[in-house]
C-alpha cells in the first residue's frame, strides 16, 4: 500500500487504534534492539539516508554519532506517545518549531520517510508485522506533514516579528541617544541599562533556541 502524502495544511491530531499502536512501539523497540543501541540504529538510518540523499550530510551540524542518538531518542519519544495524539501532536509542534531554520521539503522528507522505513524493514525482515509497518508509515507521514506546515505557518510571521521587534528596537536607540544629549550620564546610563535587559519577543514565540532531540540531516532528522 503506497504511503499517503504529507498532510502540510494542518496540524491535526493522529488517531491510530491501540492494536497499531502496540504494532509500531513494538517495531521499533525490536528494531533498536537488534541495530544493538539507540546509537547504532540512527546510523544505520542516517547512512541509508546520505544514500539516498548525499546532499544530506552536509547540513551535519554535530558528529555523525551524536546525530544518531539524538534521532533516534527523538523518535522513541515520539513511538512512546503515539496511543495520546494530543500529546504526539504537541512533540511534532515542538520538532517543528526547533526546526524552523531546517529546510523542509517534500522531497527531503519523502528522503527521510524512505531511509527510516527501509532501514527497519531491512534489519527485521519478517518479523516486522504489517499492521506495525503501516502505522509507522503514518507516524512518519504524520511527523513529515507537520513539520512543513509549521514551517510554512510560522516562519513569515516569526519573520515579521523580528522585523517589527528590530525597527522598535532601533527607534528606542536613536530616541535614547539624542536624550541623552539633554541629559546626565547618570540618568542616560540607567536608561540604557534598562533597554539592554529588554528580551527579543521572537525568542520567546520559537520556545528558545534549543537544538533538535531528532538532528538536522533532513527536515525530519
Given at each position: ?35 544493538g ?9 542516517l ?18 554519532s ?55 524493514i ?52 536613536a ?6 544629549q ?26 528558545g ?13
Amino acid at each position: 500500500m503506497a504511503p499517503k502524502e504529507f498532510q502540510t495544511q494542518s496540524l491535526d491530531k493522529l488517531e491510530l487504534e491501540p492494536v497499531a499502536v502496540e504494532a509500531v512501539q513494538a517495531v521499533w523497540r525490536d528494531f533498536v534492539a537488534k541495530a544493538g543501541s539507540d546509537e547504532a540504529a540512527g546510523k544505520m538510518v542516517l547512512s541509508a539516508l546520505f544514500d539516498l540523499d548525499p546532499d544530506a550530510k552536509s547540513h551535519m551540524t554535530v558528529p555523525k554519532s551524536e546525530m544518531a542518538l539524538k534521532f533516534s531518542e527523538g523518535m522513541k519519544v515520539l513511538v512512546d506517545v503515539l496511543g495520546s495524539p494530543a500529546e504526539l501532536r504537541t512533540q511534532v509542534d515542538s520538532l517543528g518549531f526547533q526546526l524552523m531554520g531546517v529546510e523542509s521539503t517534500v522531497k527531503k522528507l519523502q528522503f527521510c520517510r524512505t531511509a527510516i522505513l527501509d532501514t527497519v524493514i531491512s534489519l527485521l525482515g519478517d518479523d516486522m508485522s504489517t499492521a506495525g509497518k503501516q502505522g509507522l508509515t503514518q507516524l512518519l507521514t504524520y511527523i513529515g506533514g507537520g513539520l512543513i506546515y509549521i514551517r510554512n505557518t510560522y516562519a513569515e510571521r516569526i519573520q515579521v516579528i523580528k522585523e517589527s521587534w528590530r525597527i522598535v528596537r532601533d527607534s528606542t536607540s536613536a530616541g535614547a541617544g539624542n536624550a541623552r544629549q539633554h541629559e546626565d550620564d547618570e540618568a542616560s546610563a540607567g536608561f540604557s541599562g534598562s533597554f539592554e535587559a529588554t528580551q527579543d519577543p521572537t525568542q520567546r514565540a520559537v520556545g528558545g533556541s534549543g537544538g533538535s532531540r531528532a538532528g538536522r540531516g533532513c527536515g525530519m532528522l
